[in-house]
C-alpha cells in the first residue's frame, strides 16, 4: 500500500507471539519487518515493545502496557506492529488502544496496510477475536477426542510417565513404579490420619523427589477437591479419566484465568484401569476424611463467626 511519507517522526516497533508452537525468532522477525518498513518512511525507530510467549487474550502485558503508558506521555509519533492480531485479540483491547493513540495523535501502521483506519480496527480486530474463540473451541474438541479414548489431555502427573515414541496426538501414559509407590504411600498416610502438611515434612526429611523434582508442599499433596487438583484428588490414581471438570475463563479486567467448576454433564469420564495405582477402597477412605476435614473446618468457621459477634455485643 502506498503511504505518504512523513520523515523525521519518531516510530517504535511492537512484537508479540503466543505459544510455544512459535519461536523467539519470530519476535526478531517482526521487529525486522516494521524496521525495514519505518526506514522506507523516512521514520527514526526509538523503542521496540515485545511480549513473548503472551497470548494476545488480554490487554495485561508488559510490553503492551509499557507501550501504552509511554504512549501517554508523547515519546513517540508514529506505532509500526506486523498486524492488528500482534496488538492484541480482543476487539476490544485494540479499540481502546487506537483511541488513546488517536487522542494523543498518534498514528498506527502495518507494514501490509499502511496506516491503521477505525475501520481497519473493525474490521481486522472482530477477524482476530473469532479466529480467538475458534482456535480454543479446537483446542477443546481435541482435548475432548484424546479424552473420550482414555489418553490424558495436558501435562504428566506425578506417578506416570509419558509413553516413548507417542503418537496420534500423544496423551498416552504409564505408571512410575517409584513414583507410584510414594502416591500409595501419600493415600494411606492421610487416610491413616496424617495432616498434608505433615506428609510433605517427612518425604522431604527423607529426601523423597516431588513432582518436577522439588520439594514437596502440602498444597501439592491436599490441593483443591472441587477442582480435583492436587495428589489426593486426581481420579486418575484410583483408574478414572475425569475431563473438563473445570473450565478457565479470562476475567477482563485483570487478565487472570478464573476456574470454574463445570456441571456434571459437561465432563467426559473414562475408565482407565491401566492407569490405576490405588484401589477403591484407599480412594474411599480419602474421600470420606477430606469429607470430615471440610465438615470440622467449616463447624471451626461457624464458630469463630459466633464468636466475633458476640465479642461486638
Same mark, same amino acid.
Given at each position: 500500500?502506498?503511504?505518504?511519507?512523513?520523515?523525521?517522526?519518531?516510530?517504535?516497533?511492537?512484537?508479540?507471539?503466543?505459544? +510455544?508452537? @512459535?519461536? @523467539?525468532?519470530?519476535?526478531? +522477525? @517482526?521487529?525486522?519487518?516494521?524496521?525495514?518498513?519505518?526506514?522506507? !518512511?523516512?521514520?527514526?525507530?526509538?523503542?521496540?515493545?515485545? +511480549?513473548?510467549?503472551?497470548?494476545?487474550? &488480554?490487554?495485561?502485558?508488559?510490553?503492551?502496557?509499557?507501550?501504552?503508558?509511554? $504512549?501517554? %506521555?508523547?515519546?513517540?509519533?508514529?506505532?509500526?506492529?506486523?498486524?492488528?492480531?500482534?496488538?492484541?485479540?480482543?476487539? #476490544?483491547?485494540?479499540?481502546?488502544?487506537?483511541?488513546?493513540?488517536?487522542? !494523543?495523535?498518534?498514528?498506527?501502521?502495518?507494514?501490509?496496510?499502511?496506516?491503521?483506519?477505525?475501520?481497519?480496527?473493525?474490521?481486522?480486530?472482530?477477524?482476530?477475536?473469532?479466529?480467538?474463540?475458534?482456535?480454543?473451541?479446537?483446542?477443546?474438541?481435541?482435548?475432548?477426542?484424546?479424552?473420550?479414548?482414555?489418553?490424558?489431555?495436558?501435562?504428566?502427573?506425578?506417578?506416570?510417565?509419558?509413553?516413548?515414541?507417542?503418537?496420534?496426538?500423544?496423551?498416552?501414559?504409564?505408571?512410575?513404579?517409584?513414583?507410584? #509407590?510414594?502416591?500409595?504411600?501419600?493415600?494411606?498416610?492421610?487416610?491413616?490420619?496424617? &495432616?498434608?502438611? #505433615?506428609?510433605?515434612?517427612?518425604?522431604?526429611?527423607?529426601?523423597?523427589?516431588?513432582?518436577?523434582?522439588?520439594?514437596?508442599?502440602?498444597?501439592?499433596?491436599?490441593?483443591?477437591?472441587?477442582?480435583?487438583?492436587?495428589?489426593?484428588?486426581?481420579?486418575?490414581?484410583?483408574?478414572?479419566?475425569?475431563?473438563?471438570?473445570?473450565?478457565?475463563?479470562?476475567?477482563?479486567?485483570?487478565?487472570?484465568?478464573?476456574?470454574?467448576?463445570?456441571?456434571?454433564?459437561?465432563?467426559?469420564?473414562?475408565?482407565?484401569?491401566?492407569? %490405576?495405582?490405588?484401589? +477403591?477402597?484407599?480412594?474411599?477412605?480419602?474421600?470420606?476424611?477430606?469429607?470430615?476435614? $471440610?465438615?470440622?473446618?467449616?463447624?471451626?468457621?461457624?464458630?469463630?463467626?459466633?464468636?466475633?459477634?458476640?465479642?461486638?455485643?
Amino acid at each position: 500500500m502506498t503511504v505518504l511519507h512523513h520523515p523525521g517522526l519518531r516510530a517504535v516497533i511492537y512484537a508479540r507471539y503466543s505459544t +510455544d508452537k @512459535q519461536r @523467539q525468532e519470530s519476535i526478531a +522477525d @517482526q521487529i525486522e519487518l516494521c524496521r525495514r518498513y519505518a526506514v522506507q !518512511q523516512g521514520w527514526e525507530v526509538v523503542d521496540t515493545y515485545t +511480549d513473548a510467549a503472551i497470548s494476545g487474550a &488480554s490487554r495485561h502485558r508488559p510490553g503492551f502496557q509499557k507501550l501504552v503508558d509511554d $504512549a501517554g %506521555r508523547r515519546r513517540f509519533d508514529v506505532v509500526v506492529s506486523e498486524g492488528i492480531d500482534r496488538l492484541g485479540r480482543r476487539l #476490544a483491547d485494540t479499540s481502546d488502544l487506537y483511541d488513546r493513540l488517536n487522542f !494523543q495523535n498518534i498514528k498506527l501502521y502495518t507494514p501490509h496496510l499502511g496506516e491503521i483506519t477505525t475501520l481497519h480496527i473493525a474490521i481486522m480486530g472482530m477477524m482476530a477475536q473469532v479466529q480467538l474463540k475458534e482456535t480454543g473451541q479446537k483446542t477443546r474438541r481435541s482435548h475432548l477426542g484424546l479424552a473420550k479414548e482414555g489418553r490424558i489431555p495436558g501435562g504428566k502427573a506425578y506417578g506416570y510417565d509419558v509413553v516413548d515414541g507417542d503418537k496420534d496426538g500423544g496423551g498416552y501414559r504409564r505408571i512410575n513404579a517409584d513414583e507410584a #509407590a510414594v502416591v500409595r504411600r501419600i493415600f494411606t498416610l492421610y487416610a491413616d490420619g496424617m &495432616s498434608p502438611r #505433615a506428609i510433605a515434612r517427612l518425604l522431604n526429611d527423607e529426601n523423597v523427589p516431588g513432582p518436577r523434582k522439588r520439594k514437596w508442599v502440602d498444597t501439592t499433596i491436599r490441593g483443591q477437591v472441587a477442582r480435583g487438583t492436587g495428589i489426593l484428588n486426581n481420579a486418575n490414581y484410583a483408574g478414572v479419566l475425569e475431563w473438563g471438570r473445570c473450565e478457565f475463563v479470562k476475567d477482563p479486567g485483570t487478565g487472570k484465568r478464573i476456574a470454574r467448576i463445570n456441571p456434571q454433564e459437561k465432563r467426559e469420564i473414562v475408565e482407565v484401569p491401566e492407569l %490405576r495405582i490405588i484401589d +477403591d477402597v484407599l480412594w474411599n477412605r480419602v474421600k470420606m476424611r477430606q469429607e470430615a476435614v $471440610a465438615t470440622e473446618i467449616g463447624r471451626d468457621e461457624q464458630g469463630n463467626a459466633l464468636n466475633r459477634v458476640h465479642r461486638r455485643r
